[in-house]
């Protein structure tokens, strides 16, 4: 191109800088885009991602310093951006080598893509207060002004560090540029400069460099924001000179990377301390920060052979993980580690077996059903009273929300003879979580601690953000080596997104689910609170591991009587039995509570005290609404059941609406191609509603007392977005799905189960 207008506009050095990242370095891009796509709500809209970043919470409350802590770490993402781009880039502009401050030239002219994406969010977030928040006009732009304002603050402090460590051609050799001849000598002397071993072999490498094709052209370029100034060609400069100020750059560039990693490690040490609980999209900026000054430190090492490094690592970590002293285990808090059992399915079935103690444990919950029974005759005479089991399924905080929610509304309205005729509560994940508080109140009724349990402000306890510190622990710990540990009786257990999960839990819910198991067997022995079975499944065989403090070994298989069975197949496994030399009673409640919802990715599958280590993760996995262990529990103790009640009641709380035939469905290229993969993680749930459905069928055939189902579907009332699965809910949110349980739908659900539970 011989027009110079032309060539300074497409040799434009931010122009120049756009296309090389396009042609050259999609790996740094990709972290764009992943964080593009949760502020536009393309990726991860599911389970709430994008909310941390368009709506984020610090201490509780969405203002000017949650935005500030996103902007400054928004800023940390772009400086980390221009620090890995400048080490794996300068080499190819020589011409930065002959200006003053060449990073700070680099950076102010790599301004398109940060630019582009932070308009972009600017953007994003303008609509999401304005639309979806209802937000004032003011108060937004005091939000956007706050996120501009600590973004700018951590780019000044990087460029401050740039600016007193100073780094170009003058400072390197104490010589202007011009006063090189073409053939490389030197009108005045240089300064004496102190090689080390590494910049010896750099510069025995730069000097073996010659120009090629990987240089890229630059005509003009921006000296400061407001002018742009033609590039000076430096082809009669020493190319070793000018590669010799780049790997000063690069030094500086690395240590300020180093500074800003050990700052970030000792920002988790404090991850547990009130001000330091930031916000969770500033967590996951900050581990995006990481990994972008990890693969420029990495480039700047190895160079070439940074790609081929990094794989041979991955693999020899991921080979040598698989051995105790390296794998990272996430615990269940309270349990003895030490003396791990011998996990054989087959050596537990032959000792069940042996010891035979079905019909002495079915004596034992017929006796607790006996004093159920004389419960519900306290107010109201019944002659066979209604027997009601609640099935909660899983979605995160809006499952845990909506059953606590609906479950306490209903109560309420039948002036509390729904919970005392409550007998068992299961299912997964969200669901337990706010059965379980909700269970814990109505103890705490029952003892006289507390006078009311339905107080809207023990709604918003339950549904208090979880997402914040786990995203922390996750960026700032658990990624990395985990140096803290904490005390739970007479063992110790590092620190991790699981412990974070539960302290938080606990904090939100003013500690009163912080327990044992054990501590809730005699109120559950007695009728006082509702059983509650946690069902997580065992990723290593697909059995699931039942938790409760009660003995229930009858429903360790899937056939009737398995003593007079030729074939039974041990079905789950009882967490007591299993691990009774191992403190099992002393299991913490929350973590309980924690295994039985293990989100993948957000929390971690819980390792348990066996040979081999057996893995457990969340209960939707097998069941994620708990009617598989209802109908069991009915089917084992059914003789009882047809004699004693007028009839079985299943109250179900959905998180989403029941799935409907999509007529228009075609799918596309990419999910023909993932069809089989994608099709079982889409559906599960709703195979899952198909075969409970089909169970409480069965049920019906030998159950001689009527089995009702009762519905609480909160998807089938939420007009418009349909809310995420995430352990964090935005305040329209929040009142969504308050507001829910008036809808007519919920409203005739509760009118019917008042006449099925005082007819």
């Not at 969200?430 to 009311?452: P, T, W």
């Not at 262990?629 to 084992?636: A, K, R, V």
């Not at 989403?656 to 990419?670: D, G, Q, W």
Request: glycine content about 6%; hydrophobic content about 40%.
């Amino acid at each position: 191109m011989k027009h110079p207008v032309l060539r300074g506009i497409i040799y434009f050095f931010p122009f120049q800088l756009f296309f090389l990242h396009l042609q050259r370095n999609q790996g740094l891009l990709l972290f764009w885009l992943l964080i593009a796509g949760y502020i536009t709500q393309r990726i991860g809209a599911d389970y709430g991602m994008p909310y941390l970043f368009l709506y984020p919470e610090y201490l509780g409350d969405v203002s000017i310093w949650s935005y500030a802590i996103i902007g400054f770490a928004w800023g940390g993402f772009i400086m980390a951006y221009n620090i890995s781009s400048f080490i794996i880039n300068s080499h190819r502009f020589p011409f930065l080598a002959t200006l003053s401050r060449p990073f700070m030239k680099y950076t102010l002219n790599n301004f398109i893509i940060p630019g582009v994406f932070t308009i972009i969010y600017l953007y994003q977030t303008i609509l999401f207060l304005r639309f979806s928040e209802f937000v004032p006009w003011t108060t937004i732009y005091f939000f956007m002004g706050s996120f501009l304002g600590g973004m700018t603050l951590f780019m000044l402090i990087s460029l401050g560090y740039f600016l007193s460590f100073n780094r170009d051609y003058i400072t390197v050799f104490g010589m202007h540029p011009e006063m090189h001849e073409a053939d490389g000598s030197q009108k005045r002397k240089i300064k004496p400069i102190r090689i080390g071993l590494v910049e010896k072999i750099n510069l025995r490498n730069i000097q073996q460099r010659e120009r090629n094709a990987d240089e890229w052209t630059v005509e003009t370029y921006l000296i400061n924001p407001f002018k742009i100034r033609r590039s000076r060609s430096s082809d009669h400069y020493e190319r070793s000179k000018l590669m010799k100020v780049f790997q000063k750059n690069h030094i500086n560039a690395t240590i300020f990377e180093i500074f800003v990693f050990v700052s970030l490690l000792i920002l988790g040490l404090f991850r547990e301390v009130p001000m330091f609980k930031i916000p969770a999209g500033a967590s996951i900026l900050l581990l995006s920060t990481m990994l972008l000054m990890l693969a420029g430190a990495m480039h700047f090492i190895l160079r070439r052979w940074s790609l081929v490094v990094f794989i041979l690592t991955f693999l020899t970590v991921n080979y040598f993980s698989r051995y105790p002293a390296l794998n990272i285990t996430n615990f269940a808090y309270g349990i003895n580690y030490a003396n791990p059992v011998i996990y054989n399915p087959d050596t537990i079935q032959k000792q069940l077996m042996e010891e035979n103690p079905f019909e002495k444990d079915k004596l034992f919950h017929k006796n607790i059903l006996s004093k159920w029974k004389e419960k519900t005759q306290t107010t109201r005479k019944y002659k066979k009273p209604p027997i009601v089991f609640i099935n909660c399924s899983g979605g995160g905080l809006k499952s845990a929300l909506w059953t606590f929610y609906s479950i306490q509304q209903t109560d309420k309205a039948l002036k509390g003879e729904l919970l005392k005729h409550t007998y068992m509560i299961t299912g997964s994940s969200g669901g337990m979580i706010g059965a379980s508080y909700l269970r814990e109140l109505y103890l705490m009724k029952q003892l006289h601690i507390i006078d009311d349990m339905y107080d809207d402000s023990l709604a918003n306890k339950i549904s208090t953000d979880l997402l914040n510190p786990i995203a922390a622990s996750i960026a700032l710990n658990d990624f990395f080596i985990r140096i803290q540990s904490f005390t739970e009786g007479t063992y110790r257990y590092p620190k991790d997104r699981g412990y974070a999960f539960e302290r938080q839990l606990n904090e939100n819910t003013d500690y009163v689910l912080d327990k044992r198991m054990s501590d809730y067997y005699a109120y559950e022995e007695n009728a006082l609170i509702p059983l509650m079975i946690f069902s997580p499944a065992i990723i290593n065989d697909g059995k699931r591991l039942l938790i409760s403090p009660l003995p229930m070994s009858f429903m360790s298989y899937n056939a009737p009587e398995p003593g007079n069975t030729n074939n039974p197949i041990l079905e789950n496994i009882e967490f007591n039995r299993l691990f009774k030399d191992n403190h099992a009673s002393n299991l913490r409640f929350t973590s309980a509570i924690r295994m039985n919802a293990t989100f993948p990715f957000i929390l971690p599958t819980v390792s348990l005290p066996t040979r081999p280590s057996l893995e457990v993760m969340d209960a939707g996995l097998r069941d994620n609404y708990g009617t598989r262990t209802t109908i069991s529990y009915l089917f084992h103790l059914k003789e009882w059941i047809n004699e004693h009640t007028g009839g079985v009641i299943i109250i179900r709380t959905h998180d989403s609406r029941r799935p409907k035939y999509n007529t228009h469905y075609v799918r596309s290229l990419a999910e023909n191609l993932l069809s089989p993969l994608g099709g079982l993680l889409n559906n599960i749930t709703k195979i899952h509603l198909q075969e409970n459905d089909q169970l409480i069928q069965f049920a019906s055939a030998w159950l001689s007392v009527p089995i009702d189902v009762v519905d609480y579907r909160l998807g089938e009332v939420i007009t418009g977005k349909e809310i995420s699965m995430s352990l964090h809910l935005t305040t329209q949110e929040k009142i969504q799905i308050m507001e829910a349980i008036h809808h007519p739908v919920i409203q005739q659900s509760i009118k019917r189960l008042e006449t099925l539970l005082l007819k």
